[in-house]
């Protein structure tokens, strides 16, 4: 007996009412006459006996059945009476029932401008007691087998395995506010004819979905119990697998492609729904499954089942391979990875961890409807998962340097992979792999779905097992824990302490205490015997090297005496002979050849970088040239965009539409260059120098290696702007750019994004543009918060002399123009900052030819000078004929006509000059050389002619009082700079070998020339003619009184008793020792090296490009590891101690350097090499369809390419097993991968990635290869110096291990090249060398002066004293003014000897001549009598010509010729005449006591006091300045 409904209640309506049909359509329910649904667009179908006639319509994707009065627009006017409005279409949002029926609205997208149908007269409204269930429920399933109207099986045999109409979720299901339950009402829940509660429709429970749950007993209660809307939700969460048992499959077979996949890069087949036994395999499709699912492989005594079929299996064993060639090199990774979707697609016990979900209809057969399995959640142990991720987590992609993870996690990239979003991106349909959406459920260790659904938890490899006895474990580069304890490296030393402080400072501090404390210990025995004289001293017979000195000086007195007079005898044939021989030296000038290269200044030819760089280029050619452009938007604010599909995301100011579309036009204005090549005679375009990878043959536009942002959009603007509607679960919203570059800055490989706008992310020329070569200024890999966009044109590279240079050179200036008018008219916006290749050496040149007159400025202002010092008036009506002007300007000429002598000499013997020599040189050899001039012209005109002597002998004798030490001073300054030619950097050697030169014809021209030109201007002297008019005179033949001067008489009355005053003096030398150890301290602080900056103007728009690479960059640039010939790849031994996959050895060369870049802040290396050896090693794996053979036919034999889909290339995989290839397969197959393009079926081709990186032999021998690792950013010299010297010990450490490996030649090598290393070897040595170089000058200063002071050792050893103390104070200064020590500094420094000899040199020559009685008078006599003539003719020279050059644009002159030069002009003077007179009155020779008193006595040894010329007859004149 049928229960009492209570009131409000309707009863379960379980048989047909009379008239009414079943409609199957979503909610399989009875409906009314005329009341018919309408078919929605997913897919259903209508009965074919339907009583209004339905037919077929088979141009409609959906498949709905159509009325034959009802065109497929819409349109139409002949309904049948029974639809109800015209046009429209019946039951728009209701389904009518009979009285007391519950109703279940729906709301059908496509009749929501439908007017209702007519209510029929037996239908009626569900009254308002009967609950309903709210319009976003799911779409319900249609059962199929219901004929139509009053046949078909009882509702209650409803089968749910066959329901196959696809689920479309609405928005979450939320329950009515108010759901009453009646009292006292049972429910059986399954039996027909029962109460149900509110809302619960007879019909979902004749099809199960209400079973199990209570009946409602809380009268009056008006919250909804948990049992209904765990009921509810069940009715939200349908399956299509009731059966969840091992041994079943979930489907089976295939129904055709997916219609839901539009794009794919696979066959997007998918199974049909059957949720059946599993199958018996096939002895056929057993053998492929031992190839692709061994694990799936029962016993031999076992029988073996399976969930797919032949045809399944091998569409697996496609997607397999496509992910085997790149993760075979880890085979642990690649089993697991496989055993991933051999068990959902062929486990026998597929049906407990599967659950279809959505389901569509495909007719693959005509007459023999399938049901297509379209999605379905997959449920896996969380450990199980975790253990395949981690697995695979770390495998490498040889070709980047990065890893293989970031190609497979979709937007997450490699850094931000987790295991449910690898599995997430593997099962998303729309990655252009996946056939069908899979939904990955992890399901907590210890917890159960239910529903008895098990989760898979199958055996999973560590990737430090190997999966097989014939296998390997995965190597260390791709798997971390397979790696040996590894050792960091050691940091460098720390700095030098004692305790807290400072090691340096303490040790100088220390120094300078000791030799403080024995200065002033010593000075009372200065005082016992700071008595002794001439007179009171025990005369002393003289040694025979004192008696040697003598004899030398004598002849060398008397020897200069007669040329002197000799020369003023015959002054004109003396001048002309001069000129004619250095105008001819000079006319070698017209071979000159000035190098600007810096490869040639600074690297010598026989350097380790240049040989290294010329097996580099020998091989594989120049490094590529590099154009760049950094665009910012200071001050642009950023943006916040919340993606439907990736979440919110930060969008600095930069990367805006707008900003986008501005770098397009830019490039295609670039593209777009027509340049003119004049000596070719033709224009040149970009794709005539452009690097072009993948068609380096005959490129085209697109083939170009541009990396930029825009490239992710393939430079399109259509691109850019598209947009597409995009639905993401339960979220619909509009995808654009952003969303697209979202995806490719993290999957920057993919060939189509998973956004709907299925746009590639490989740039238009082919490869991937990796996000940190196009973005700059980011922080832990947020791309699009990034603050610079780079855009960088690859440019082919040629040797000097081939045409093509020009070529390149003229596309370069135009890309110059074209980018600075890009600049000025986006100035306003953007900021934007470029470089070509050529850019630095035309800057560099630019500031030369602007800086030239300057350096006129400076010249002539010492011209003005020496003109206008070396007279001497006596009074106003004597200036025109006492001034010095014609002898200045010849003294000048000498000058220069010495430097272009020795430069013309020079450039006859091929020896070449360079910028800095004509900078340089003239202002040393013009210090050196005026200093002469003002000494000689000076001392004769303070000298009286002795009665008797002729103008001739008197000007014979002046020279000889002051030759020897002219002579001193240019022995060792020619001398010193011979030797500094030793030096191995070809700017210094050529720039000592200048000067040396040119020291040595001054000198020699300036005895013989110059002294010509003194006799014939003190001829016009005397004649009382005019200086620069020799035809007027003003009568008088002589002098009428002496001049007047300033600074002798300042020197003689003020300085000198001041400076030599017994308090002052232990002061200077305490003062001066202070400043010694100073610099000794300061010279450790100098920093060594020069940055590129500096050799750049201050208004060089290189300067802004500089700064925005040191400040945005983020991946410095390439580095090479060569190796040469001699080592034998293609034996297993060779191949394993190379790669870094599966079986290498774990010292290989690519595992070594993936070793080092796990301490980038030792190695400086950031991204590991790329491995064209491990790369072919996955090309030729049989799993692949990369490298196959064809079988017969006309091409038997020959390479058969992955995207060859003939019939005779099926099976010809080149090794049938995974092994190593022998020799010979090795030198066969290695030249079809290197010119293999890379394809979607094979993307490990070499072409492009590697084609330029092996170098052979015509008969297939290897000559040499390389392999490309990533600096990371370097910013200062000091930084690629020390990357450097860290790449050249990790060659040396890959050579020692592969000449180890058998076979090995012993000569052998692996070497790192980059194009900055020939620039920055030299700072591995410049300290080394400098040293040295600057000890050879002193030593030959000291011997020199040694045997021309008559071998007195305390005047050589004081001139060595000071001279090494103006260079320590000049070192020292250099680190106070932000002086960095490189190979200019040096030659500088070397030049700072000769100079310094200058102010050193003359004075101590002048000490050693006096015959004052105590060494305080002597020293008090050389300084007065030198230091006037050192300060005119050496400071008063410099200093003019030095200040000007502060006024340089380029910062070069700036930093090494004006602020050193001013350091070594300053320092010089304060120690020659300062130091060097109180150093001498302490430990200067004391005087010698003649042994007798007879005439053939000296007055004692050396160069005064034995040589009778030296006595100065004017001590007790008037002094004239």
């Known amino acids: 007996m049928a229960p009492t409904c209570p009131p409000g209640w309707h009863w379960d309506v379980t048989q047909q009412p009379p008239g009414w049909h079943w409609g199957v359509i979503h909610l399989s329910t009875w409906m009314a006459p005329g009341c018919h649904p309408f078919a929605s667009r997913d897919g259903t179908e209508m009965s074919p006996t339907h009583p209004l006639a339905w037919h077929q319509d088979v141009s409609h994707q959906d498949g709905t059945r159509r009325s034959p009065a009802r065109p497929r627009d819409g349109t139409g006017t002949s309904l049948p009476t029974e639809w109800g409005a015209q046009g429209g279409f019946p039951c728009r949002t209701h389904l009518w029932h009979p009285p007391g029926t519950a109703t279940i609205p729906r709301v059908t997208p496509h009749c929501s401008s439908f007017p209702h149908a007519p209510v029929p007269p037996q239908c009626s409204q569900t009254p308002p007691v009967c609950a309903y269930m709210p319009h976003f429920l799911p779409k319900f399933p249609v059962v199929p087998g219901f004929p139509g109207n009053n046949s078909g099986p009882a509702p209650g045999s409803i089968d749910r395995s066959s329901l196959m109409i696809p689920w479309v979720n609405d928005p979450p299901f939320t329950a009515p506010d108010r759901a009453d339950w009646p009292c006292g009402c049972q429910t059986s829940g399954a039996l027909p004819g029962q109460c149900l509660p509110r809302g619960c429709h007879p019909i979902l429970k004749q099809a199960g979905w209400c079973q199990g749950h209570p009946s409602a007993t809380m009268a009056g209660s008006l919250a909804l119990p948990s049992a209904l809307l765990a009921a509810l939700l069940a009715v939200a969460s349908p399956s299509f697998t009731p059966i969840h048992r091992a041994g079943y499959c979930a489907f089976y077979g295939e129904c055709g492609r997916n219609p839901e996949v539009n794009v794919s890069l696979v066959p997007s087949n998918v199974p049909c729904l059957s949720n059946t036994p599993a199958r018996e395999a096939t002895d056929t499709l057993l053998t492929l499954l031992r190839s692709v699912c061994p694990d799936l492989v029962r016993g031999d005594n076992e029988t073996t089942l399976v969930c797919c079929t032949y045809g399944q299996l091998s569409a697996l064993q496609l997607s397999v391979a496509l992910s085997g060639t790149v993760l075979a090199r880890c085979p642990s990774c690649a089993r697991n990875f496989a055993s991933l979707y051999c068990h959902n697609t062929c486990s026998p016990d597929q049906s407990l961890f599967t659950n279809v979900t959505r389901v569509v209809n495909r007719t693959v057969v005509p007459g023999v409807p399938r049901v297509a399995v379209v999605e379905y959640q997959s449920f896996y142990r969380q450990h199980f998962a975790d253990a395949a991720f981690s697995s695979c987590q770390g495998v490498r992609l040889p070709a980047t340097g990065g890893f293989a993870i970031a190609t497979m996690c979709g937007r997450y990239g490699a850094q931000l992979c987790t295991t449910q979003r690898w599995l997430d991106f593997q099962g998303d349909k729309n990655n252009g792999l996946a056939p069908l959406q899979i939904n990955f459920q992890l399901v907590p260790n210890g917890t159960e779905p239910g529903d008895a659904i098990e989760p898979l938890d199958a055996r999973v490899w560590r990737c430090s097992e190997a999966p097989s006895e014939d296998e390997e474990p995965c190597s260390c580069q791709d798997c971390a824990e397979s790696c040996p304890s590894v050792v960091p490296p050691t940091d460098p030393p720390p700095p030098f302490r004692l305790g807290e402080a400072d090691g340096v400072l303490v040790l100088c501090v220390l120094l300078f205490a000791f030799l403080a404390i024995t200065f002033l210990v ?34 060398l007195a008397r020897a200069f005496r007669w040329w002197g007079t000799w020369v003023a005898t015959r002054p004109v044939m003396v001048l002309v002979v001069a000129m004619v021989v250095a105008a001819g030296l000079s006319a070698g000038l017209v071979t000159l050849r000035l190098t600007t290269d810096p490869v040639e200044l600074w690297s010598a030819p026989g350097s380790r970088a240049r040989q290294e760089k010329a097996f580099h280029d020998q091989h594989f050619g120049p490094f590529m040239r590099t154009n760049q452009v950094i665009v910012t938007a200071p001050g642009r604010a950023g943006s916040l965009y919340n993606s439907v599909v990736f979440g919110a995301k930060n969008f600095s100011g930069i990367l805006a539409q707008d900003v986008l579309q501005a770098l397009l ?14 000596q070719a005679g033709r224009n040149v375009t970009l794709r005539d120098v452009c690097y072009a990878p993948l068609n380096p043959t005959e490129p ?60 590639s992310c490989m740039a238009d020329y082919g490869a991937p543009v990796f996000p940190y070569i196009a973005f700059g200024g980011y922080q832990d890999s947020e791309y699009t918060e990034a603050e610079a966009l780079i855009i960088t044109y690859s440019l082919n590279n040629f ?57 006129a400025v400076s010249y002539l202002l010492v011209f003005a000078y020496i003109a206008l010092a070396l007279g001497e008036y006596t009074a106003w009506s004597r200036v025109l004929v006492e001034s010095k002007v014609t002898l200045a300007v010849g003294g000048i000429t000498v000058v220069l006509g010495a430097v272009m002598a020795s430069m013309g000499l020079l450039a006859l013997l091929g020896v070449p000059s360079s910028l800095i020599i004509l900078e340089v ?38 020279l000889a009082q002051v030759a020897p030490s002219m002579l001193l001073c240019s022995i060792s300054e020619a001398i010193c700079f011979l030797l500094g030619a030793l030096s191995s950097m070809p700017a210094v050697r050529t720039f000592a070998l200048t000067a040396a030169l040119a020291i040595a014809f001054d000198f020699l021209l300036q005895m013989s020339g110059f002294v010509a030109l003194v006799a014939l201007d003190t001829r016009r002297q005397e004649a009382g003619r005019f200086d620069l008019c020799c035809c007027c005179r003003t009568g008088k033949g002589g002098p009428e009184g002496k001049g007047a001067g300033l600074l002798r008489p300042l020197l003689e009355r003020f300085y000198t008793p001041f400076l030599l005053h017994p308090v002052v003096r232990p002061c200077v030398v305490l003062l001066f020792l202070f400043l010694a150890c100073a610099g000794l301290f300061l010279m450790f602080q100098v920093s060594v090296g020069l940055d590129q900056e500096l050799a750049l103007p201050k208004d060089s728009y290189m300067l802004q490009y500089f700064s925005a690479l040191n400040q945005y960059l983020a991946v410095g640039v390439p580095t090479y590891f ?47 090499a790329t491995s064209w050896v491990d790369d072919f090693l996955d090309w030729l794996n049989p799993t692949s369809r990369c490298c196959r053979i064809h079988q017969f036919g006309q091409h038997k034999g020959e390479f058969c390419p992955s995207t060859n889909n003939n019939l005779s290339c099926f099976g010809g995989q080149c090794l049938k097993v995974l092994r190593r290839p022998t020799a010979e397969e090795f030198q066969r197959f290695l030249p079809w991968f290197l010119r293999d393009r890379p394809t979607l079926q094979c993307a490990k081709g070499g072409l492009g990635a590697y084609d330029t990186s092996v170098s052979m032999s015509e008969n297939g021998t290897i000559l040499a290869t390389r ?16 990357a450097l010297r860290a790449a050249r010990a990790l060659g040396d450490t890959l050579t020692d291990t592969l000449r180890r490996v058998p076979g090995t030649d012993p000569h052998f090598r692996v ?14 040595t410049v300290v080394v060398e400098g040293l040295v170089t600057l000890a050879m000058c002193l030593v030959p200063t000291f011997a020199v002066s040694f045997l021309l002071l008559g071998m007195d050792l305390r005047s050589s050893v004081a001139t060595l004293i000071t001279i090494t103390m103006i260079l320590l104070d000049t070192v020292g200064a250099m680190a106070l003014w932000n002086v960095p020590y490189n190979a200019v500094a040096l030659i500088n420094l070397v030049a700072a000897v000769g100079i310094s000899v200058e102010f050193v040199s003359h004075i101590t020559c002048a000490f050693a001549r006096s015959t004052q009685p105590s060494r305080v008078a002597r020293a008090t006599e050389a300084t007065i009598t030198m230091g006037s003539k050192v300060v005119a003719g050496v400071a008063m020279t410099n200093l003019p010509g030095v200040v000007v050059l502060a006024f340089a644009k380029a910062q070069l002159i700036q930093i090494f010729f004006f602020r050193l030069n001013l350091i070594i002009t300053l320092v010089g003077l304060a120690h020659g005449l300062v130091f060097l007179p109180v150093l001498l009155s302490y430990i200067g020779p004391s005087p010698r006591v003649p042994a007798g008193d007879t005439p053939g006595d000296t007055q004692g040894a050396g160069l005064g006091l034995g040589n009778p010329y030296f006595k100065d007859k004017d001590k007790d004149k008037p002094e004239k300045g």
């Not at 392999?1267 to 020390?1282: D, G, I, K, N």
Request: hydrophobic share 35%.
């Open 700 to 759: 085209t536009l697109s083939d170009c290696c541009v990396n930029s942002v825009t490239q992710y959009f393939q430079n399109n603007r259509s691109h850019l702007a598209l947009t597409a509607l995009q639905e993401d679960g339960k979220e619909t919203g509009t995808v654009d750019w952003r969303d697209h570059l979202i995806y490719c800055v993290n999957s920057p490989l993919s060939f189509k994004d998973i956004t709907a706008l299925e746009l």
């Open 665 to 678: 036009e830019l490039q295609e204005r670039l593209a777009g260059i027509e340049a003119w090549a004049p």
């Open 799 to 855: 040797p000097s002399g081939d045409p093509r240079l020009e070529w390149v050179l003229s596309w370069e200036r135009q890309f110059l123009e074209v980018v600075q008018d890009f600049q000025r008219s986006h100035s306003p916006n953007l900021s934007v900052t470029f470089m070509a290749e050529r850019s630095l050496e035309d800057e560099i040149n630019r500031t030369s030819g602007e800086d030239l007159p300057v350096f």
């Open 1122 to 1168: 060569v190796t040469t010939g001699g080592y034998n790849f293609s034996s297993a031994n060779g191949t394993n101690g190379i790669c870094s996959s599966a079986g290498c050895d774990p010292d290989s060369l690519t595992q070594t350097i993936q070793y080092a870049t796990s301490f980038p802040n030792m190695s400086y290396l950031a991204i590991p």
């Open 1267 to 1282: 392999f490309m690792a990533y600096q990371r950013p370097l910013r200062t010299s000091q930084e690629y110096t020390a």
């Open 1311 to 1324: 070497f790192p090249y980059t194009v900055t290393y020939v620039y920055y070897e030299q700072y591995l």
């Open 921 to 958: 040189v003239p202002f040393l050899v013009l210090a050196v050389g005026a200093d002469n001039i003002f000494i000689f012209v000076q001392e004769f005109q303070q000298s009286q002619r002795e009665p008797g002597e002729t103008r001739e002998q008197h000007l014979g004798r002046v």
């Open 522 to 555: 010593s000075l009372p025995w200065q005082r016992r015997s700071k008595g002794l004289t001439v007179s009171q001293a025990v005369p002393a017979a003289r040694g025979c090297s004192e008696r040697v000195g003598n004899a030398s000086h004598q002849a």
